[in-house]
């Protein structure tokens, strides 16, 4: 079966960079999206950002767009979310996800088959 590993959270100041990896494992599968969703506690797990594997074209959630970037390498099957400027607001558990299908609905969590563990990233003011 697949599996995602996410990677590169932690502690941040506010202001600050933070760059969060994830990498398939296991089985080797050809994803259509692969998206990052975050879930803070209290709250639902929501989109942040999504991206098409052939074409790279990437898509974000409002409250990340023109901070938050998402980009893939096809060869090792890695996708990554450079964060600028992460406020508090943004502290929460970050997971990645994939597809194998396409949908236009690529913010939906229904879409998706394959779910990483998730990495806890923490915004400092």
């Known amino acids: 079966q697949v599996q995602l590993v996410e990677s590169g959270g932690g502690l941040v100041q506010a202001g600050g960079s933070l760059k969060l990896s994830c990498a398939a494992s296991?089985?080797?599968?050809?994803?259509?999206?692969m998206a990052w969703f975050r879930q803070a506690p209290g709250k639902e797990r929501e989109f942040v950002a999504a991206?098409?594997?052939?074409?790279?074209?990437?898509y974000y959630a409002d409250s990340v767009k023109g901070r938050f970037f998402t980009s893939r390498d096809n060869d090792a099957n890695t996708i990554d979310l450079q964060m600028n400027g992460p406020q508090p607001e943004d502290t929460a558990v970050y997971y990645c996800?994939?597809?194998?299908?396409?949908?236009?609905?690529?913010?939906?969590?229904?879409?998706?088959?394959?779910w990483g563990q998730g990495t806890q990233v923490t915004v400092s003011s």
């Open positions: 996800a994939g597809g194998t299908r396409y949908s236009q609905k690529y913010y939906d969590q229904a879409e998706y088959s394959y």
């Open positions: 296991g089985r080797t599968f050809t994803p259509f999206t």
């Open positions: 991206i098409r594997w052939n074409s790279g074209i990437a």
